[in-house]
């Protein structure tokens, strides 16, 4: 995530701050308990005391990691889509009344969120970085229609990912206010 750091803002700050962002906004959503799951070390000082924090390896598949989370139905979102409108975390809960998994696809590859029945169905393996997920978990299913596509959005992985961050959209505070500062 900090490789899109632009230049002069601190990759470190940078992660930080999309990664607190995207907890946020979660943490905004009515009926839906956050969960941090993370590998970096001191991310848990951006999350509400008794948030359940679940650190994992940087090499730990996605389908573990589901696996590991509380609940009947889960959501991940990617830590570097700091700007995902709440609203499309709804539309991904939503498409779980007809699929057993739902994505939010990005334009240029990967997936800014994943939502889910648990435990996952044991032929999904899931990959937010595939280039293109659906289509992937699509053939995984035994039935295409037990993978939804929500509307999508983009993740921050490169500098000029910055450039489709909307300054009039709501959220994205610390990620604006780094940015602002350079």
């Not at 994505?103 to 937010?128: F, I, K, Q, R, T």
Request: charged content about 25%; glycine content about 8%.
């Amino acid at each position: 995530m900090g490789r899109a750091a632009p230049d002069g803002v601190d990759p470190e700050e940078f992660r930080a701050a999309m990664a607190e962002d995207t907890y946020e906004m979660v943490a905004a959503l009515d009926l839906v308990t956050p969960v941090l799951v993370t590998s970096v070390p001191g991310l848990e000082d951006i999350v509400w005391p008794g948030t359940d924090i679940i650190p994992i390896n940087d090499d730990e598949p996605l389908k573990s990691i589901i696996n590991r989370l509380p609940g009947d139905q889960a959501a991940v979102i990617a830590a570097d889509a700091p700007d995902l409108p709440p609203l499309l975390v709804g539309k991904l809960f939503r498409e779980l009344g007809r699929a057993q998994i739902a994505l939010s696809p990005c334009e240029y590859g990967g997936a800014a969120a994943l939502a889910c029945h648990l435990p996952l169905p044991g032929w999904a393996a899931p990959d937010l970085d595939a280039d293109d997920p659906v289509a992937d978990l699509r053939a995984q299913a035994p039935g295409r229609r037990m993978v939804a596509a929500s509307p999508g959005w983009h993740r921050l992985r490169t500098r000029d990912d910055t450039l489709r961050l909307d300054p009039g959209l709501e959220g994205w505070d610390n990620t604006r206010a780094l940015l602002g500062k350079y």
